[in-house]
C-alpha cells in the first residue's frame, strides 16, 4: 500500500503542486505518520520536500508552507516520544541552504528580504518545538545547526536581536529542564549523566558561546542586541555552576565567563552591567562569585568603569531612563559584596550627611570615594590600611585609560565630562595618598593631573571642560595640599594655582565675572 501510495509523487509533479497542494500533501503525510510508522512515514515526507527545496527555485510562500509541514511532524515526533534525530537533520540541512543562499544575496535585495521569512519561521518552530518538549531527550538539539555560527555573523541588528531572542528563550528552557531533573535524582544520582543533555550542551556551547564571546567585545551592538548578549551569556555561566560536565569539549571555567561577558575592559559596557546584575541576583551564579574574592575586586573595578564610560555620546547620558535604572540596580548589587562590606556602610552614613542633587548612580560614586577616603585615614599607618590601598588600586585600574575618551570626544555631554571631572577632584581630595606616593614611579595621581589640568596653551578649550576644570580645581588643590611639603605636590600646586586660578581670575574681572573665585572660595 506504502509503495503504490510513495510511487505518485515524484519531483517534477510535486514542483507543480500549488501552495494548497503542498499544504493537502503535508496533511495526508501528516495522518499517515500519526497513525502509522512515524519514523518511516516522517522520513518518505522529509525525501520528498526534499525533492522540491533542493533547487531553492521554489517561491518563498511554498517554501514556508513545506517547512510547516515538516516542524509539524517534528512536534509529532516529540508528542509520540520518538527520536528526531534523522528527521531533524534533513530538515536542518534544508535550513542551511537557505541559509547559504541568503548570505550571496546583497543586502537590500527583495530576495535577501524573502529568505528571511523562512529562516525566521524555522528559528521560532526549532524554539517551539524545544519549548514544548518537557525533557529534551528527543535529540532535538540537532534543530540547533551548525550554520547558526554564520548566522550570527552576518546578522544585522534586526535580524541579530530575532535570532538571540530565540536562543535565549531555548537556553532558559534548557536549564529549567535539566533543573528539573535534578529535583527529581537522588545527590547520589546526577542528571547530567543524561547523555541527550550532554550532547544539547555541548551544541550550544560549540555552535554559540564562540560568537557570544566575539560579540560582547562589538560595542557597536545597540542597547537591545546587548541585553540579548547579555541574557544567553548567563545561561551559559549557570550551565558551569549546575555541571561542569555540561561544557562539552569546551574548556571554559566560571572565571572565563565572567572575564569575558563582564570584567574584561574591551567588554561592552551595557552587557557588563546586565550580566553581572542578572548575575549577582541568581543564588547559584552569587554564591560562586562571593566564593572567588578575586572575582569581587573585578565586579567593583568594572563597576566603576561602567559608570564613567557609559556616557560618551550625546543622548546617552548615565540619567538616560532605559540605562539608569539597570546602574542603580548594579550598584546596589556591587554594595551587598562581602568585600564592599566595610566601604558600603561608610557610604551610607556619606548619603545621609550629603544632600545631592545627582541621581543615585553619580551620588553613590561620590560616595564611595569619599568612603574610601575616609577609611584610609582612620586605619592610619596600619597593615589595614596598605591592604585597603592595595584595594582600591585594583578597583581603579588603568584610570586615565578610561575617562580619556571622554575628555577627547569633542561631541561628548556636559554631564559626562563633568562625572569625570568630580570624581576624579574627589579622588584626589580624599584618596591623594593613596594614588601617591613619593619616588614611585606611575603613580596614578601624575598621570590623572596631567590629563586633567594639563598646561593651558593656545589650543582652544571645549566649553563642557573648561568649566568643568574651573568647577573642579579647587579639588585637586585642596588634594595636593593635603601632601605638601612633598615635592611633586608643591610644584603641581603652585602650577595649577597660577595657571587655573590667578589667571582664570584676572580674565574674570576683566569680564566682569567672579565664577572663577566663587567656585575656588
Given at each position: 500500500m506504502k509503495g503504490r501510495l510513495y510511487s505518485k509523487f515524484h519531483r517534477k509533479k510535486l514542483l507543480e503542486l500549488t501552495e494548497t497542494g503542498l499544504a493537502n500533501f503535508n496533511s495526508l503525510f501528516l495522518m499517515l505518520a500519526y497513525v502509522g510508522d512515524t519514523q518511516d512515514v516522517g522520513k518518505k515526507m522529509v525525501d520528498f520536500t526534499g525533492l522540491v527545496t533542493g533547487g531553492l527555485s521554489l517561491d518563498i510562500s511554498k517554501c514556508q508552507t513545506v517547512l510547516r509541514g515538516q516542524l509539524a511532524l517534528l512536534l509529532l515526533c516529540g508528542e509520540k516520544q520518538q527520536d528526531m534525530k534523522v528527521i531533524g537533520e534533513a530538515v536542518a540541512s534544508v535550513f542551511g541552504m537557505w541559509l547559504k543562499s541568503w548570505m550571496e544575496q546583497p543586502?537590500?535585495?527583495?530576495?535577501?528580504?524573502?529568505?528571511?521569512?523562512?529562516?525566521?519561521?524555522?528559528?521560532?518552530?526549532?524554539?517551539?518545538?524545544?519549548?514544548?518538549?518537557?525533557?529534551?531527550?528527543?535529540?532535538?538539539?540537532?534543530?540547533?545547526?551548525v550554520d547558526l555560527a554564520a548566522l550570527l555573523v552576518h546578522c544585522r541588528e534586526n535580524e541579530l536581536s530575532h535570532v538571540l531572542n530565540c536562543l535565549s528563550s531555548v537556553m532558559s528552557h534548557f536549564i529549567r529542564v535539566v533543573c528539573h531533573e535534578a529535583s527529581k535524582h537522588d545527590a547520589e544520582e546526577n542528571w547530567s549523566d543524561l547523555p541527550q543533555h550532554k550532547e544539547f550542551a555541548c551544541v550550544l556551547w560549540e555552535r554559540v558561546f564562540p560568537s557570544l564571546r566575539s560579540k560582547s567585545r562589538d560595542f557597536s551592538l545597540t542597547v537591545a542586541v546587548a541585553r540579548y548578549?547579555?541574557?544567553?551569556?548567563?545561561?551559559?555561566?549557570?550551565?558551569?555552576?549546575?555541571?561542569?560536565?555540561?561544557?562539552?569539549?569546551?574548556?571554559?571555567?566560571?572565571?572565563?565567563?565572567?572575564?569575558?561577558?563582564?570584567?574584561?575592559?574591551?567588554?561592552?559596557?551595557?552587557?557588563?552591567?546586565?550580566?553581572?546584575?542578572?548575575?549577582?541576583?541568581?543564588?547559584?551564579?552569587?554564591?560562586?562569585?562571593?566564593?572567588?574574592?578575586?572575582?569581587?575586586?573585578?565586579?567593583?573595578?568594572?563597576?566603576?568603569?561602567?559608570?564613567?564610560?557609559?556616557?560618551?555620546?550625546?543622548?546617552?547620558?548615565?540619567?538616560?531612563?532605559?540605562?539608569?535604572?539597570?546602574?542603580?540596580?548594579?550598584?546596589?548589587?556591587?554594595?551587598?559584596?562581602?568585600?564592599?562590606?566595610?566601604?558600603?556602610?561608610?557610604?551610607?552614613?556619606?548619603?545621609?550627611?550629603?544632600?545631592?542633587?545627582?541621581?543615585?548612580?553619580?551620588?553613590?560614586l561620590h560616595c564611595f570615594v569619599v568612603a574610601?577616603?575616609?577609611?584610609?585615614?582612620?586605619?592610619?599607618?596600619?597593615?589595614?590600611?596598605?591592604?585597603?590601598?592595595?584595594?582600591?588600586?585594583?578597583?581603579?585600574?588603568?584610570?586615565?585609560?578610561?575617562?580619556?575618551?571622554?575628555?577627547?570626544?569633542l561631541t561628548a555631554p556636559t554631564n559626562s565630562v563633568k562625572l569625570v571631572y568630580d570624581f576624579s577632584g574627589l579622588l584626589v581630595k580624599y584618596c591623594n595618598r593613596i594614588i601617591y606616593k613619593a619616588g614611585q614611579s606611575g603613580c596614578l595621581l601624575p598621570r590623572l593631573?596631567?590629563?586633567?589640568?594639563?598646561?593651558?596653551?593656545?589650543?582652544?578649550?571645549?566649553?563642557?571642560?573648561?568649566?568643568?576644570?574651573?568647577?573642579?580645581?579647587?579639588?585637586?588643590?585642596?588634594?595636593?595640599?593635603?601632601?605638601?611639603?612633598?615635592?611633586?605636590?608643591?610644584?603641581?600646586?603652585?602650577?595649577?594655582?597660577?595657571?587655573?586660578?590667578?589667571?582664570?581670575?584676572?580674565?574674570?574681572?576683566?569680564?566682569?565675572?567672579?565664577?572663577?573665585?566663587?567656585?575656588?572660595?
Open positions: 543586502y537590500e535585495s527583495s530576495r535577501r528580504t524573502l529568505l528571511w521569512k523562512v529562516m525566521s519561521q524555522y528559528l521560532e518552530g526549532m524554539l517551539y518545538v524545544v519549548k514544548k518538549s518537557h525533557r529534551l531527550v528527543n535529540s532535538e538539539h540537532v534543530l540547533l545547526t548578549v547579555a541574557e544567553l551569556a548567563v545561561g551559559f555561566l549557570r550551565l558551569v555552576c549546575n555541571d561542569v560536565r555540561l561544557l562539552g569539549q569546551q574548556a571554559v571555567s566560571f572565571e572565563d565567563i565572567v572575564k569575558d561577558c563582564a570584567t574584561n575592559d574591551a567588554t561592552h559596557v551595557q552587557i557588563s552591567v546586565i550580566f553581572l546584575s542578572h548575575g549577582l541576583r541568581d543564588p547559584v551564579i552569587s554564591s560562586q562569585i562571593i566564593s572567588h574574592e578575586c572575582l569581587q575586586c573585578q565586579i567593583v573595578h568594572t563597576w566603576l568603569r561602567c559608570v564613567l564610560t557609559s556616557c560618551q555620546s550625546p543622548g546617552e547620558t548615565v540619567a538616560s531612563v532605559s540605562h539608569l535604572s539597570e546602574m542603580e540596580d548594579f550598584t546596589d548589587l556591587v554594595k551587598q559584596l562581602p568585600e564592599m562590606k566595610d566601604i558600603a556602610r561608610q557610604m551610607q552614613v556619606e548619603h545621609e550627611t550629603e544632600v545631592s542633587t545627582l541621581n543615585s548612580v553619580e551620588q553613590s574610601v577616603g575616609k577609611l584610609h585615614c582612620q586605619l592610619a599607618e596600619t597593615a589595614a590600611a596598605e591592604q585597603l590601598k592595595i584595594q582600591m588600586l585594583s578597583y581603579l585600574g588603568d584610570l586615565p585609560k578610561y575617562i580619556d575618551p571622554v575628555l577627547t570626544n593631573l596631567n590629563r586633567l589640568l594639563p598646561c593651558v596653551g593656545k589650543k582652544a578649550i571645549p566649553p563642557s571642560i573648561e568649566m568643568c576644570r574651573q568647577r573642579s580645581v579647587c579639588l585637586f588643590l585642596r588634594g595636593l595640599g593635603c601632601l605638601l611639603p612633598d615635592g611633586f605636590a608643591k610644584r603641581k600646586f603652585r602650577e595649577i594655582f597660577q595657571q587655573y586660578f590667578t589667571e582664570s581670575v584676572k580674565k574674570a574681572l576683566d569680564g566682569g565675572s567672579t565664577s572663577t573665585l566663587e567656585h575656588f572660595k
